[in-house]
């Protein structure tokens, strides 16, 4: 099956390693939604679709939603039905369990990409759309060289600004864990909460070298937060109510000089909206994949 994903999935290769972290290994993974497509004793095509089995903190079970995070037919047997046989034995199943829609594929916590690369596989989309799919968001993944980076002088700047107003962006201490936390269950999502524990985890109480994670505090009051583990930059975010000040630029950029000084060479990301890239922009970020994420009523 590893065969035919690579064969077809030429943007997105994996090894069995990744296989078995990211599909045998989670909790959610049943064999019965990875399906096959067997043809003269060999296999040649191959969906995954994922329902939750356990809850995804705050968010539950979410017993409506599916999700497809991988799907594919060896190049040599396309166009012969495999993709339709797949894609309708899928639905079907789906359907049974009482799932009311399916979307591919920003599934957490162990999607592969958000989304169909549009330019790697633009024939899987019309496809899709096709079968009832419709692209409801238009993510896209950025990449910034860190070689020779310095803090944009607008965003210096700002930052002499902010502290003149008493706000403070610094390293993340023991004593930032809850308040962090707490901003993110208010106003941001369980994933995110998911990857900022890890990271306090790995700061505080495992191995530091590989994650950071940057505040903005006024007083006791934590207003953002940025953080990185290895060179994947994020998530961060900024307090709505804060919004509007420069305190989101002024952590993207501390946060990327904090990586060089760790001698990383780049910071990437997998998926962020046309708005935010604006803000990506200011700091060297560039657009390296779009991708189209599907959705369609069952």
Not at 74 to 88: E, K, M, Y
Not at 172 to 189: E, K, M, N, W, Y
């Amino acid at each position: 099956m590893l065969a035919v994903w690579n064969a077809a999935l030429v943007a997105d290769p994996i090894n069995a390693a990744t296989w078995r972290a990211k599909v045998l290994l989670d909790p959610n993974f049943l064999p019965e939604g990875c399906l096959v497509a067997e043809v003269e004793e060999g296999v040649r095509g191959f969906l995954l679709s994922i329902t939750r089995q356990v809850p995804f903190y705050g968010d539950g079970l979410q017993p409506e939603q599916a999700w497809i995070t991988a799907f594919g037919v060896h190049p040599d047997w396309q166009g012969r039905g495999l993709g339709s046989a797949l894609l309708d034995a899928a639905l079907e199943r789906l359907r049974g369990l009482g799932c009311k829609v399916v979307t591919i594929s920003p599934y957490v916590p162990n999607y592969f990409t958000p989304g169909v690369d549009v330019n790697a596989y633009p024939r899987a989309i019309e496809f899709l759309s096709r079968r009832g799919f419709e692209v409801v968001s238009r993510p896209l993944s950025m990449r910034a060289e860190l070689t020779g980076f310095q803090v944009p002088e607008p965003i210096a700047e700002t930052a002499e600004r902010l502290r003149r107003e008493g706000i403070d962006v610094r390293l993340a201490q023991p004593g930032d864990t809850l308040p962090v936390l707490t901003l993110i269950r208010r106003h941001f999502s369980w994933d995110w909460y998911r990857e900022a524990s890890e990271v306090f985890r790995d700061l505080f109480t495992a191995d530091p070298r590989h994650a950071g994670m940057l505040v903005a505090v006024q007083g006791d009051e934590v207003l953002g937060y940025a953080q990185h583990r290895g060179e994947r930059f994020g998530p961060f975010g900024v307090d709505p109510a804060r919004r509007g000040q420069g305190i989101g630029r002024v952590l993207l950029a501390a946060t990327l000089l904090e990586m060089l000084k760790k001698s990383y060479h780049a910071a990437w990301f997998l998926w962020t909206s046309d708005e935010a890239a604006r803000l990506y922009a200011t700091c060297g970020f560039r657009e390296v994949r779009r991708f189209a994420v599907l959705r369609r009523e069952l």
